[in-house]
């Protein structure tokens, strides 16, 4: 994708602020953050019939079309036509991570390509700063905040020494993406010294979702799914991070704390329980195509944020 788009694309000279202004997120931009924004930013002109982006392509750029218009073609070979006057176009085309559609040009078009994580990155701060003001009043023994977790008061003792044995030392400077939404997981990350934040891409903008100090783990719902991050973690601090390689996670902490059952054993447990709750954590578009009778919709990456509405009375069976 990048080879075509060199081959396609001139850069343009000038942005067009205005245009710029009406863009979201960057609608919602205050003045002092414009200046960065735009540094993030780069404005191109494509030819008619050029691709801007194929199907499948995992892209560190959103592309927002300014002027002219743009076929949308997705896996069921359904075509979207869009102009720039287009409210939809106020967002990036296809934003999502790896892209669901084609792009392709149907009139020469003026294009913004930006760069995607260094903005995410320049409006985390700015949105962080209430946040670190407090941050250096959160240190403590990350072992002991560890092992005091639901998660791993279930792990065998034989595997708590094997665990801190084979937990590996990252340390990490202020500003520092250690995990980025839409990337594949690969390890999971306990916290030793310092302060992170957790945020997610909505449609409003960045939102942060919470702050982690040591003692605090992320990174393993990625694993345990063998999905891609749902969430970016930066550094709010200089600190040292503690991780698992996926390998030795699965091994040392999922495969003693997940208990797996097939069908048979499903049976089973609805004779010994009265309420089992089946538990869909695909996304909503495949549930509403298809899903089993009585189970329930919680996407993975909304989980963990949902399990405190979960009734402990009962049994829950993850599908």
Not at 27 to 43: R, S, T
Not at 47 to 75: Q, T
Not at 235 to 241: D, P, T
Request: aromatic fraction near 8%; include cysteine.
């Amino acid at each position: 994708m990048v080879q075509i788009m060199a081959e396609v694309a001139e850069r343009s000279e000038e942005f067009d602020l205005e245009s710029l202004k009406n863009l979201i997120p960057f609608n919602e931009l205050q003045p002092h953050q414009f200046q960065e924004a735009i540094n993030c930013c780069e404005q191109i002109t494509v030819p008619e019939r050029k691709k801007l982006f194929k199907r499948g392509d995992r892209d560190a750029h959103w592309y927002y079309l300014i002027s002219g218009s743009v076929n949308l073609l997705d896996e069921n070979f359904e075509i979207t036509s869009l102009g720039a006057a287009d409210d939809q176009c106020r967002y990036a085309l296809d934003d999502h991570t790896p892209h669901r559609c084609s792009a392709i040009t149907t009139s020469n078009c003026t294009v913004l390509k930006v760069d995607k994580k260094r903005l995410e990155l320049a409006m985390t701060w700015e949105l962080a700063d209430p946040i670190l003001q407090d941050e250096e009043n959160d240190e403590s023994d990350w072992m002991s905040s560890l092992l005091e977790s639901d998660v791993f008061s279930k792990v065998p003792p034989s595997n708590i020494q094997r665990l801190f044995v084979t937990f590996k030392k990252d340390e990490r400077e202020k500003g520092d993406v250690i995990v980025a939404e839409g990337d594949q997981g690969d390890r999971f990350y306990v916290i030793e010294k310092g302060q992170a934040l957790v945020s997610k891409r909505t449609t409003q903008g960045i939102e942060n979702i919470v702050k982690l100090g040591p003692g605090n783990f992320f990174g393993e719902e990625a694993l345990i799914g063998s999905t891609i991050r749902n969430a970016t973690v930066t550094m709010l601090s200089e600190g040292i991070l503690r991780y698992l390689d996926k390998e030795d996670f699965k091994s040392l902490l999922e495969q003693p704390v997940l208990d797996r059952i097939k069908e048979t054993d499903l049976a089973n447990l609805k004779q010994d329980h009265s309420d089992v709750v089946l538990v869909d954590v695909r996304l909503s578009g495949e549930f509403k195509h298809f899903h089993r009778e009585g189970s329930i919709n919680s996407p993975l990456n909304k989980l963990r944020a949902r399990t405190d509405e979960l009734d402990t009375e009962k049994a829950y069976v993850v599908c």
